[in-house]
């Protein structure tokens, strides 16, 4: 499903030249429940931004299901993201205008994905998967973290993503909502989703089972226990 091959990334700053990763490779099987992890700065960020397509590498190759991503241009990039990963950021980035279902029609609308009147009723459909259909008129301000949370994931999965990433998704969550969440990504690979979550959440990763550490932009382990 995903695959690294020689990946660096550098970025040119006021300070010189910051060398983010480096020589990574890696290979990530379709339906796992991948666990990214390592100290902050270790580059964990970097890489969910090069497998979303968010960021482009300085020198290798990364393929995602299927697409070489460093054959796609600016809009390609944008449109392929739309349909094939949804990402969970670690504050959330609800639109704080928009209603607990509007923001989940938005990848809809955004890609043209589904007909105009499925759009609601698919969204809908998600927030109550997700445990948060009696939020869905409600806006960002007025939900807790954890609904917040729920309602990103929802629209992560608005478009039927094969992958799913996550940055973070537990941080600033109490534990009890935490391992809700944690429960959430667990249900999406047996759904047959592809789930990368960076994490300092030693019960998050616990729950993985594929374990990449990431140590100074290089990949330094990476613990896989797949089924036969």
């Not at 979303?52 to 460093?70: H, N, R």
């Not at 973070?168 to 109490?174: F, Q, R, S, Y």
């Not at 667990?186 to 979550?197: A, D, N, P, R």
């Not at 374990?211 to 226990?225: E, F, K, L, N, P």
Request: proline share 4%; hydrophobic share 45%.
């Amino acid at each position: 499903m995903i695959g690294l091959s020689g990946v660096g990334k550098t970025y040119e700053t006021m300070a010189g030249t910051v060398e983010a990763l480096r020589g990574v490779d890696l290979e990530i099987e379709r339906g796992e429940l991948v666990a990214i992890v390592g100290r902050s700065g270790s580059g964990k960020s970097t890489l969910l931004n090069l497998i979303a397509g968010i960021d482009t590498p300085t020198e290798g190759s990364v393929t995602v299901a299927g697409t070489d991503l460093m054959g796609l241009s600016h809009d390609q990039l944008a449109a392929w993201r739309g349909r094939t990963v949804g990402v969970v950021f670690q504050f959330f980035q609800l639109l704080p205008t928009l209603t607990a279902v509007e923001n989940v029609m938005l990848p809809m609308d955004f890609c043209k994905m589904f007909g105009a009147s499925e759009r609601k009723p698919r969204a809908l459909e998600l927030l109550n998967m997700v445990g948060v259909l009696d939020q869905a008129e409600k806006l960002p301000s007025t939900l807790s973290g954890g609904q917040q949370q729920r309602v990103a994931i929802a629209r992560a999965l608005a478009n039927d993503p094969p992958i799913v990433i996550a940055d973070e998704p537990t941080g600033n969550l109490d534990s009890e909502t935490g391992a809700a969440i944690s429960q959430l990504f667990s249900h999406l690979v047996t759904s047959g989703k592809t789930v990368l979550i960076v994490t300092h959440d030693r019960e998050v990763a616990s729950d993985a089972g594929n374990v990449v550490t990431i140590t100074d932009g290089m990949v330094s382990s990476q613990r896989v226990a797949r089924l036969a």
